[in-house]
Every structure is written in C-alpha cells, then in structure tokens.
C-alpha cells in the first residue's frame, strides 16, 4: 500500500510546477559522446539545497529532475565534470517554460 502511495505521489509531483527536469548529451568538441560524466544541478536559499545527480551513459546521454524546487532569482549551478577534461560550470535560472534539452561540450584538458 505505501509503495502505491509513493508512486502515485512521485506521479502527481511529476505534473506540478515543482519539477524540473534537465536532459541532453555530454560531447567532446569534436562531437563524440563522452560516457560517465558527472553532472550536478544545484541551489542552495536560506541554508536548502536542491540538488540532482547523474552519470551520462555509453552515448553521453543524461537526464536528470528536481521536484519541489523553487522558481526564483537565484540560479541554478549546473556542473559537469569527467577526468581528462575541463569541469563544465554555468549558473542557469529556469522558468516554466526554460528549455529542456541541454547538450554541453566539454573541453580535453591537457594538463598544463
């Protein structure tokens, strides 16, 4: 019964204006895929933090979502990061209608 409870829940929050959801590929420059990057997607007001987690699969694809977060001033840190390349930072704000799909490219870092 709680397992229904919990789905039906997860699937009305799905719907609200509360979720955000964040989806693309992870690519080098030379548009190849880049396989089990990291990427977070974080806020913090007032001592709360909304934060997600990802790794990108075999093609670079990644998907992630925040339910329950706010709308506000204070942006987003979207943050991708792989050994052997450049970490990936930007500050996002997001609205009801901000784009989705998000392809971020990555840097090789060479180590100097």
């Given amino acids: 019964m709680r397992r229904k ?19 693309g590929r992870i690519l080098a420059v030379d548009g190849k895929p880049i396989p089990g990057a990291s990427v977070h997607f974080s806020k913090t007001i007032s001592g709360k933090t909304w934060a997600a987690d990802c790794t990108s699969d075999a093609n670079g ?5 925040l ?8 942006p987003y840190t979207l943050t991708v990061s792989k050994n052997g ?23 090789r870092d060479d180590g100097q």
Avoid: H, Q, W
Wanted: hydrophobic content about 40%; charged content about 20%.
């Fill in 61 to 65: 694809r990644y998907a992630l979502g």
């Fill in 85 to 107: 390349f450049k970490t990936y930072t930007e500050a996002m704000k997001i609205s009801s209608n901000a784009p989705r799909p998000k392809d971020i490219s990555l840097e």
């Fill in 67 to 74: 339910v329950g977060s706010p709308f506000g001033k204070e």
């Fill in 5 to 23: 409870f919990a789905l039906l829940a997860l699937v009305l929050l799905a719907g609200c204006d509360g979720y955000y959801g964040y989806e």
